[in-house]
């Protein structure tokens, strides 16, 4: 079956440092890929559109800069955390849909990250 | 507001037990809606899409069914076991057929 794998699976680091977290589509292409993150005990929330070969789309309320996403190829989009502070802390999750659409995701194994 | 809301935040069943679970949702009106499975420290799993024209959809001991007049979805899984033990989300399709918006979210605990 399809897989999506995450790298890494935690990552602890200091205030101030970036962090960059990898999402590849192991078996399929994906020109779309989805980043959430998640708190505990809380539901998914989506972060951002991840489109291979042109411009991320951020949803309401998240920060472009400080959450980079590229896509910078048909199996690979890649999530850094800028500057990272403790509140970033999270549990971060990539998704990618097969076949061009959203009918069925799959979703990655998760980051946790955590800012001291 | 829109709203996608998941009946508890915890169910205990005893195994063999069916469990259902609930996702109801205002102020959207979506073209289907999935179920999936999150288990801790981990992403989530797939389980069963379910279409507005489609009433009732089943893969093995699972059942789920959509009433897009009541606009709510009812999630069962029949002869439960502890290994059935997780969290399970529901999922909209939203924001223009490209976006997946989750529920709060199910924690589902299955004892012997």
């Known amino acids: 079956g399809a897989v999506v794998s995450q790298h890494p699976s935690w990552v602890i680091c200091k205030s101030g440092t970036s962090v960059k977290i990898e999402c590849r589509s192991l078996?399929?292409?994906?020109?779309?890929m989805f980043w959430y993150r998640q708190f505990p005990k809380k539901s998914l929330m989506l972060m951002a559109t991840s489109n291979e070969g042109s411009k991320a789309t951020y949803e309401q309320g998240v920060e472009k800069d400080k959450f980079l996403i590229n896509h910078a190829s048909l199996t690979l989009s890649t999530l850094t955390v800028t500057s990272a502070h403790p509140e970033d802390s999270s549990f971060y999750i990539c998704?990618?849909?097969?076949?061009?659409?959203?009918?069925?995701?799959?979703f990655g194994p998760g980051t946790r990250l955590t800012v001291l | 507001s829109q709203k996608i809301e998941q009946n508890s935040e915890a169910l205990n069943i005893q195994e063999g037990k069916t469990a259902t679970l609930t996702c109801n949702y205002t102020?959207?009106?979506?073209?289907?809606l999935q179920w999936y499975r999150q288990d801790p420290g981990r992403g989530p799993v797939f389980l069963l899409l379910?279409?507005?024209?489609?009433k009732e959809k089943r893969k093995e001991r699972l059942k789920v069914t959509f009433d897009t007049t009541l606009k709510q979805s009812l999630f069962h899984i029949t002869a439960s076991q502890p290994a059935d033990s997780a969290t399970y989300l529901c999922a909209l399709l939203t924001g223009g057929g490209n976006k997946l918006t989750f529920g709060t979210g199910t924690q589902l605990k299955v004892e012997l």
């Open positions: 379910i279409r507005e024209n489609e």
């Open positions: 102020n959207y009106s979506p073209a289907y």
């Open positions: 998704s990618a849909p097969r076949g061009g659409t959203t009918d069925t995701q799959y």
């Open positions: 078996d399929f292409q994906a020109t779309t």
